[in-house]
């Protein structure tokens, strides 16, 4: 998979040369790349906001370097440097729809991801609208909060997807119990030794060697924590 990640801050993209996306990226597996949105800027101050049409607070993305820099990566696919003709693109941002596991496991099967992170009040309107002209485009969100810009967020979705690639994870098998299992519920606790810690054991259950028992007593645990914490996991027929 290639992923493209176009900021105005690169350095927030650091982290995924550590670990276990460093060692996908060494092993081919995950080919990233970071562009800043900067260089496609001209003029001395390298200007990439400006301020909204029609009033109000804060700054707006200007679309120019944007376009630009789209140009860039659809230049990449129909020269045939990159694993598809156009990549699809991931817009991180408060207005857009929910970002679900389910997404990143869609999203883990394509070929060629980018993300465009804004910052500011967020990107001129043309930018997403003229690239989804040229390319599919997503605008997601994380959850209702808002952050400075969509780099956070972007790391969030590139791992979410990333550690669904095949090889990519160590143990594939513990992408079995995701946080949210297969029954939609939240996942139960989990205990490790010491079976006491500063007065607190570990529920007996679990140490009895009874499996069937065990299965239940888990079960019992995902449905009340759902029903305390995402009762909305629990709506009928959702
Ligand atoms: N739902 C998480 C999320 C995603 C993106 C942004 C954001 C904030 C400012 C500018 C551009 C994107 N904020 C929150």
């Known amino acids: 998979m290639r992923i493209d990640v ?10 995924m040369a550590l670990s276990l996306p460093g060692k996908a990226r060494q092993r081919g597996l995950l080919d990233l790349r970071v562009h800043d949105l900067r260089e496609y800027t001209y003029d001395r101050h390298r200007t990439v ?25 659809l230049a990449a696919g129909s020269a045939g440097d990159a694993p598809a ?35 500011y009040e ?12 040229r390319m599919p485009v997503e605008e997601v969100s994380l959850g209702d909060f808002v952050l400075n810009g969509g780099e956070v967020a972007a790391l969030a979705v590139i791992e979410a997807v990333i550690r669904l690639l095949p090889g990519f ?10 946080s949210h299992g297969a029954d939609g519920l939240l ?15 570990v529920p007996p259950i679990l140490l009895s060697g009874d499996h069937g028992r065990i299965a239940a007593w888990r079960r019992q645990q995902a449905v ?15």
Not at 6 to 15: G, R, W
Not at 122 to 133: F, K, L, M, N
């Open 187 to 201: 996942e139960y606790p989990v205990y490790t030794k010491p079976a006491l810690w500063r007065d607190h054991e």
């Open 224 to 238: 009340e924590r759902t029903t305390q914490r995402r009762p909305d996991l629990l709506a009928d027929g959702d």
């Open 49 to 73: 906001d400006d301020t909204p049409y029609g009033g109000g607070a804060g700054m707006v993305m200007r679309p120019e370097p944007w376009g630009e820099a789209l140009d860039g990566l």
């Open 85 to 119: 003709a156009t990549p699809r693109l991931l817009v991180p941002t408060p207005s857009g729809r929910r970002f679900s596991q389910a997404d990143a496991a869609r999203l883990a099967g394509e070929p060629w991801l980018a993300f465009a992170c804004g910052r």
């Open 122 to 133: 967020g990107i001129d309107q043309r930018v997403i609208d003229w690239a989804s002209e």
């Open 169 to 178: 994870m160590g143990n594939p098998e513990s992408l079995a119990e995701e």
């Open 6 to 15: 176009v900021t105005i801050f690169p350095d927030y993209l650091a982290p």
